[in-house]
C-alpha cells in the first residue's frame, strides 16, 4: 500500500465545474505539497502546508492533519487547468508521492 | 521555469549505449534528487545527494551511476540499459524544508 492514496485516479469536468481532488496519508510528516504536472513532464509547486488553508488564484488548498487529509480545490474550472495533480507529502527526509490525478476540463 | 534545468529533454538509446542526464540548479539548495516516473506510479526515489555526498541509493541497478561533482549539477550516467527503464526522469532540488523544484524531465525511451 501507498504511503500517498489519491482520488480521483482520472477526472473529466466541464468549464466552469468547481473541482475537488483528495488526498490521504499514512505517514508522519512535517509538510504536504500539491504539484501540478503539464504534458511535457514538468512539475510545478503548487502549494506547500502544514496546518489549515491556503488560496492561490482559484485553487484552494486544505489540509486536516488529525485525519491525515487533504484537498486541492479548483473553482471556476478552465482548459488550461487540464493536467495531473500530484499530492506529495514530507517525512523526515524522505518525499512520498500519489499516483497522481488526472484532470481534463472541457470547453 | 523552476531554476532546474535538465538536459536533454528527449532521449532515444538501444541497450548497448552510454549516455548521461545532465541537471543543474542555480538556487542554492544543497539537496538534488534523481526520481524515475513512470506510467500509473507513483514518483520513484533513486537517488539523493546532500551538500554532493550521497545520502540514499533506493536499491537502484548499477546500470544507474550518478555523479554529483558540485552542489549545483548533478549526472546520471545510463549504461546497457533495458527497455523497462524507459520512463520520464526528474532531477529536483530543494533545501531544508523548502519544496522540491522539479527541472522538466528526461523522457527516455530504449530500444
Known amino acids: 500500500k501507498n504511503e500517498v492514496e489519491q482520488s480521483p485516479q482520472n477526472l473529466t469536468a466541464q468549464e466552469g465545474e468547481f473541482i475537488t481532488i483528495n488526498c490521504s496519508y499514512s505517514v508522519g510528516i512535517s509538510a504536504l505539497h500539491w504539484l501540478q504536472q503539464h504534458p511535457g513532464g514538468g512539475i510545478v509547486s503548487l502549494f506547500m502546508?502544514?496546518?489549515g488553508k491556503k488560496k492561490h488564484g482559484r485553487l484552494i488548498a486544505t489540509i486536516n492533519i488529525q485525519e491525515k487529509h487533504s484537498s486541492l480545490h479548483i473553482t471556476a474550472s478552465h482548459p488550461r487547468d487540464s493536467a495531473v495533480y500530484i499530492c506529495?507529502?514530507?517525512?523526515?527526509?524522505?518525499?512520498?508521492f500519489g499516483t497522481g490525478t488526472s484532470l481534463t476540463v472541457i470547453p | 521555469e523552476t531554476g532546474v534545468t535538465q538536459t536533454p529533454r528527449h532521449l532515444v538509446m538501444g541497450m548497448t549505449n552510454k549516455k548521461s542526464l545532465k541537471c543543474e540548479q542555480h538556487l542554492g539548495h544543497n539537496a538534488m534528487y534523481w526520481y524515475k516516473q513512470s506510467a500509473k506510479k507513483p514518483l520513484e526515489l533513486m537517488f539523493v545527494y546532500n551538500f554532493k555526498e550521497q545520502t540514499e541509493n533506493n536499491s537502484v541497478p548499477s546500470r544507474f551511476s550518478p555523479e554529483c561533482p558540485n552542489s549545483s549539477h548533478l549526472f546520471l550516467h545510463l549504461h546497457t540499459l533495458q527497455p523497462e527503464d524507459s520512463a520520464l526522469y526528474l532531477c529536483a532540488s530543494s533545501h531544508d524544508i523548502s519544496p522540491l523544484f522539479f527541472g522538466s524531465g528526461t523522457q527516455l525511451s530504449v530500444l
Open positions: 502546508l502544514s496546518s
Open positions: 506529495a507529502v514530507r517525512s523526515g527526509n524522505q518525499f512520498y
